[in-house]
T-cell receptor
């Protein structure tokens, strides 16, 4: 089945220790997104890739970076995690190129704990 | 900025109808969506409505849109225990940005 896979599902890191979350997709979609979702809050878009073009949201902290080495993979790097970065991180993909109708396909998320 | 608001919890009895409500602020939202998230799984598109429509029905699901009041609702008829999940309202107006609500957790009591 075509899908969006996130690894690991649970990640524990220490305050200030860099961490990388990964996302892969078998849908061959050209757009990939990273969202941060804190408890009982809406998923918040951090950035997206349209093919190789990286698009950062204006309020995404510099502490968050992303890499997309190929169509299938996208990584979220948190350079110096703080306690406030503990959250669920959702990866999503879509194939529509910025059109109004944009069904997104989500992975199950990675829950990040910062000690 | 753009905002989507929905109540956090709803509890219904099995067999009853569920109505989940949502309000949004961005009048340029062209498409409005309902996503469903089951435990341990990602968000999955349940249904959507185009902004020039008032209603859309799909089997047990009915979406109502009041564009004047910026109010969207999802009605689930004959709610089953398998409908227990978190339901997210979302809107997009073109481009790559979709704005999500915080989700409504639906509890279905047998």
């Amino acid at each position: 089945d075509a899908m969006v896979i996130q690894n690991p599902r649970y990640q524990v890191t220490q305050f200030g220790k860099p961490v990388t979350l990964s996302c892969s997709q078998t849908l061959n979609h050209n757009v990939m997104y990273w969202y941060q979702q804190k408890s009982s809050q809406a998923p918040k878009l951090l950035f997206h890739y349209y093919d190789k073009d990286f698009n950062n949201e204006a309020d995404t902290p510099d502490n968050f970076q992303s890499r997309r080495p190929n169509t299938s993979f996208c990584f979220l790097d948190i350079r110096s995690p703080g306690l406030g970065d503990a959250a669920m991180y959702l990866c999503a993909t879509s194939s529509i190129q910025g059109a109004a109708f944009d069904e997104q396909f989500f992975g199950p998320g990675t829950r990040l704990t910062v000690l | 900025g753009e905002d989507v608001e929905q109540s956090l919890f709803l509890s219904v009895r099995e067999g009853d109808s569920s109505v989940i409500n949502c309000t949004y602020t961005d009048s340029s939202s062209t498409y409005l969506y309902w996503y469903k998230q089951e435990p341990g799984a990602g968000l999955q598109l349940l249904t959507y409505i185009f902004s020039n429509m008032d209603m859309k029905q799909d089997q047990r699901l009915t979406v109502l849109l009041n564009k004047k009041d910026k109010h969207l609702s999802l009605r689930i008829a004959d709610t089953q225990t398998g409908d227990s999940a978190i339901y997210f309202c979302a809107g997009s107006g073109g481009g790559f940005k979709t704005i999500f609500g915080a989700g409504t957790r639906l509890f279905v009591k047998a």
